[in-house]
């Protein structure tokens, strides 16, 4: 049962205000310095002096937000909270960092980023997060451990990765949505089965067995819950998050507080709620023609229509945790992701050309050996 707008309005502002005291940065109760979040734990840490400080959890889990009340009745650019951000004029990242830098450089591109430039923006409040299960030591780690098993690289590489520059960890926003689907379809379902027929070679006739499909029409209807169609709600103007490392246990999510983000880079979303609805559509409707084509069976099927329809809409503002970096190598730039969660990389990387001629050569010394002896 969909809750009164005056209860939905009541809970955000009572959120909002939660969050807002949260806002307040936390000193280290010992000697006075700012507070971090510490990967892998629910406290904050104390760099100088090794002081804990465990993260109050809140009573009430984090709840799914009615969509189409924020469609229909808040808006497309519809916001609970403001946040300050800087805007990187390179590539469009929007970032927001909770340490008094004077200044620092883009997350995505290595732009410089000044304080100073700070604006505030509006954004829908998140309603969960997967907090860094990696600390910044842990994915050096595995940044190295990558670069020392990756093949054909050129021999001094492993000089210039023992120092990447500007690892970032960055709360990537998501936008999560759940519906109950309900999908009418007509297709085709089709059955193999074989026939051998006589065919003429190069050596005389011979029987060959081929495969042929016998169509038959189906109809039908398929209904279940869709949970948590994760959509990027980042768009940048250039490196987007490798898919590579895109899987997160949403099993984890907890309850957003902002004492999560200290130590790290918050990104806010450039995708509107909108249009982040209608990608998920799409995925959706794939995830719909998965379940008619199990429903029709056999051993290959058609569609020729379906009538998909969403109800019971809800979506969540999730941020989901990265490390981003890059390395140069003979004045190139080499870019790294890491999943904060599962420890998962994905990077490029150069290649020794005179490793692979080599090899080549090698190869092909050994068949001619091989050849010469065998003739």
């Not at 807002?20 to 892998?40: R, T, V």
């Not at 999560?260 to 023609?289: D, M, N, R, W």
């Not at 080499?334 to 290649?351: K, V």
């Amino acid at each position: 049962m969909v809750a009164p707008r005056h209860r939905c309005l009541q809970h955000k502002s009572m959120q909002e205000q939660e969050t807002l005291n949260s806002e307040h940065k936390k000193d280290c109760a010992n000697c006075g310095a700012e507070l971090k979040f510490k990967p892998g734990s629910h406290q904050l840490k104390c760099e100088y002096c090794g002081y804990e400080e465990f993260i109050e959890q809140n009573k009430s889990s984090f709840e799914e937000l009615e969509l189409q009340h924020y469609l229909k009745v808040v808006g497309e650019n519809a916001y609970t909270n403001t946040i300050d951000l800087l805007n990187c004029k390179h590539c469009g990242a929007n970032q927001h960092v909770e340490e008094n830098y004077k200044s620092l450089s883009c997350v995505y591109c290595g732009e410089p980023l000044i304080r100073e430039d700070i604006e505030k923006e509006g954004w829908i409040l998140p309603g969960a997060l997967i907090p860094f299960q990696l600390d910044t030591k842990k994915a050096k780690g595995i940044f190295k451990n990558w670069v020392s098993g990756i093949w054909f690289a050129p021999n001094n590489l492993k000089r210039a990765a023992l120092n990447p520059e500007g690892l970032h960890g960055l709360y990537v926003p998501y936008w999560t949505f759940d519906a109950n689907l309900y999908a009418a379809y007509q297709g085709q379902r089709g059955d193999y089965y074989y026939e051998n027929r006589r065919v003429r070679t190069k050596n005389g006739y011979r029987n060959q067995r081929v495969q042929k499909t016998r169509w038959s029409q189906a109809s039908g209807a398929v209904k279940g819950f869709v949970d948590d169609i994760l959509i990027n709600a980042s768009q940048k103007k250039r490196r987007d998050i490798p898919s590579k490392i895109a899987f997160w246990d949403t099993k984890k999510l907890v309850a957003f507080n902002s004492k999560y983000l200290s130590g790290f880079v918050t990104e806010k979303y450039t995708v509107s709620l909108k249009e982040g609805h209608h990608q998920s559509f799409q995925e959706a409707k794939h995830t719909a023609h998965n379940w008619i084509r199990r429903d029709i069976g056999g051993d290959t099927q058609r569609i020729s229509h379906s009538d998909i329809k969403l109800s019971d809409e809800t979506f969540k503002h999730i941020l989901l945790p990265v490390y981003i970096s890059s390395y140069r190598f003979n004045g190139k730039e080499y870019h790294f992701y890491i999943n904060g969660q599962t420890g998962i990389l994905s990077a490029t990387r150069p290649y020794s050309f005179w490793k692979i001629f080599f090899l080549i050569l090698f190869i092909i010394v050994v068949i001619a050996v091989i050849a010469i002896f065998t003739e």
